[in-house]
């Protein structure tokens, strides 16, 4: 056996059903041995979207998605989307190929020091010196992805080690790494804390973030929530906690949030922020102020906590397995009055909303994008998986999505564009069953339309709805505001492809949405067809998510 | 195979040692110890870095460290011409009956006696590596409970090698 059949052998071990890749010279002696598995390997078109892929993949089947790529320019172009996945703790286990062991550091033909470039944006990275390494590392690499705040581990492994006889193949069992051990769980001392503080609480909120996704405890959070009568809100990774429609939820918070959702954070006096970094978007809004509230922080990270607001009751440990002994306190809240004023703020935005609804007349060839992803959306199966993409249509995602039990992924912490394509590719490729659609704008299309191919030779199901405004709507957005639209570098009027023919030049299908009124059916219509296609809309392009 | 140290003056900017550190790994080269404190000017850090490997390797080291923008000045210090030295923190376990042998040892080195307790005691040690390591071997017979090594910094003997900075 050879060290490349000792990585598939790893991979097998693991359970990995997918690898998402590129091949070069460094990495053949691997795409060689993985011929004689069931392992599934998907050829990407370019390797950033392995990453992204890996990424979809891992939201959907909950195990760490696996991208495989080679030296030099293969590992390289992988960095953006490892980067994505490390900012948003999604689990990916990362191989490149590497030079020869002795040539490394000659600067030879597609060499990179790709441990060294990642460093920043990787949870670990391995540079395997040793063939016999390669089982203990796989171990950990895996461990470390899954386990704790998740994120990518890198494994780089030079082609002649890949090419070395292995003395002897063990997978380990088990794991033991001294400096690695994540809590788990919850600090008793500081839970009976919380239980003392939020039963004088007048107005309690939660605002749940990614963390509680990641940790799959959505239900957990749910009936702790309805348990003690404590509204909801939440941050974009942490959209899909809940329902849009339960009493208690009450929408997105942040800069790009609903002000309702702001308010309520805002004028709450017992905050508990769960699986939810508390980053710059969501807490950068006016009103603000953590010094008037308790505020309990919940996070698998204990350097998160602190890191950008301080926490009257740190909780170190696995958000499930914290709630689940929240759960299990006997105590009650009177917040009765707090969650019939929050009620009363969702109302008035409605009818604001309503209103201003009523006033925009409805133009010719272009559709509202609140009202298409509306649309959209109420078509939907009640598990679907929406992947936004990003810039405006994904905060006007993110705004008018009615979430029920399906999945909401988008590149939150990194915001990278192109993301939505190959990580719905992904998320169908986990789970068939589930209806999967990607939303992206004009610009995001394309820069990850090349893996339409992609989608075509794997016959994926996946929708891909796509807002064109023919700029780039979000920077556009900010040079109106703040440059008093002295606009540059946004528009992408010339140049761009016709999507009709971009669909029909990969074999797919496609529908544009002429009028609002035609909209429910053409998307009803394009949801039923079989197989990959676009559906495409056109929004004016000084269309604004501010105050949306 | 063989040893060198090398001496660095380097911009003391954040990030220097970093830089410096990630070419020695990057490139797989090793580094046996590296220290760095800043000089009398404080624009500068000075690096000493003890690094093994063939001539042709250590030849490029040389290079490759050179060709940093932060790097102003790179030699090596060669033994007959520049003085090592090295400061260990020992801690030993030791009760009170047995503490006048290490004192004894400790005297023979010139080592310091820095702190004392009912049932350990701390011992600074300066010297060349050497130095430390005999020392370290006469120890033999006693519990090290903990030991903190600074790692060796340099400096040539004489004034012919003295860079000067404007």
Known sequence: ?548 | MQKMVIQLLVDNTSGVLSRISGLFSRRGYNIESITAGVTADPRFTRITIVTSGDTDILDQIQKQVAKLEDVRDIKELKPQDSVYRELALIKVKVDSEKRQNIIAIADIFRAKIIDVSLDSLIIELTGNQDKIEAFLNLLGGFEILELARTGTAGLGRGTDNVTYLP
């Open chain 1, 1 to 548: 056996m050879i060290g490349a059949d000792a990585i598939v052998k790893c991979l097998e071990a693991e359970g990995v059903e997918m690898v998402y890749g590129y091949p070069g010279v460094a990495i053949c002696p691997f795409y060689n041995s993985i011929l004689n598995t069931d392992i599934h390997t998907v050829l990407i078109r370019t390797e950033q979207n392995a990453a992204h892929a890996a990424s979809g993949y891992a939201r959907i089947s909950g195990k760490p998605g696996v991208c495989c790529v080679t030296s030099g320019p293969g590992a390289t172009n992988l960095i953006t989307g490892i980067a994505t996945a490390f900012a948003d703790s999604i689990p990916l286990i990362c191989i490149t190929g590497q030079v020869d062991t002795q040539l490394i550091g000659s600067d030879v033909f597609q060499e990179a020091d790709i441990t060294g470039a990642v460093e920043s944006f990787v949870k670990y990275s391995y540079l395997i010196r040793d063939v016999n390494d390669i089982p203990r590392v796989f171990k950990e690499a895996f461990h470390i992805a899954s386990t704790g705040r998740k994120g990518p581990v890198l494994i780089d492994i030079p082609a002649d080690i890949q090419k070395e006889t292995i003395s002897k193949f063990r997978y380990p069992e088990e794991v033991s790494m001294r400096t690695y051990k994540p809590t788990v769980k919850g600090n008793m001392v500081q839970i009976k804390k919380v239980a003392k503080q939020l039963s004088a609480a007048k107005r309690p909120i939660i605002c749940a973030g990614g963390g509680v996704i990641l940790a799959g405890a959505q239900e957990k959070l749910r009936l702790f929530a309805e348990k003690f009568g404590i509204p909801v809100v939440s941050t974009m990774m942490g959209i899909g906690v809940m329902p849009s429609d339960h009493p208690l939820y009450n929408g997105m918070v942040g800069n790009n949030g609903r002000a309702y959702a702001n308010r309520a954070m805002n004028e709450s006096d017992f905050l508990m922020f769960i699986g939810a970094r508390v980053a710059d978007r969501a807490v950068s809004q006016n009103g603000f102020d953590a010094e008037n509230k308790t505020l309990v922080h919940i996070d698998v990270d204990p350097a998160e906590i602190g890191k950008n607001v301080g926490a009257t009751i740190p909780i170190v440990g696995d958000v499930g397995c914290i709630l689940e002994d929240l759960l299990s306190l006997e105590l009650t809240v009177d917040s009765r009055k707090w969650v019939d004023t929050l009620k009363d703020y969702r109302k008035a935005f409605a009818e604001y909303k309503a209103g201003k609804e009523k006033e925009k007349q409805s133009l010719d060839g272009q559709v509202d994008p609140s009202l298409f992803v509306k649309t959209l959306s109420s078509l939907l199966d009640e598990d679907a998986v929406y992947v936004a993409d990003v810039g405006q249509n994904q905060i006007w995602s993110c705004g008018n999505y009615v979430m029920k039990k399906g999945r909401f992924l988008t590149s939150g912490g990194m915001g990278t564009m192109g993301y939505s394509i190959p990580a719905a590719m992904g998320a169908k490729m986990a789970d068939p069953s589930r209806q999967v659609v990607a939303v992206c704008g004009d610009g995001s299309f394309q820069m990850s339309m090349m893996e339409l191919a992609t989608i075509q030779q794997e016959k994926v199901d996946v929708k891909i709805f796509v807002m064109n405004n023919q700029v780039l709507g979000m920077v556009r957005e900010h040079q109106h505001f703040v440059y008093k639209d002295h606009f540059s570098m946004i528009d992408l009027s010339v140049g761009s492809p016709d999507l009709s023919k971009i669909a029909e030049a990969y074999g797919i299908h496609y529908k544009k949405i002429t009028s609002e009124k035609t909209m429910k059916k053409d998307i009803e219509a394009f949801l039923k067809k079989k197989g990959c296609g676009i559906l495409e809309c056109s929004i004016l392009p000084d269309e604004v998510v501010r105050g949306m």
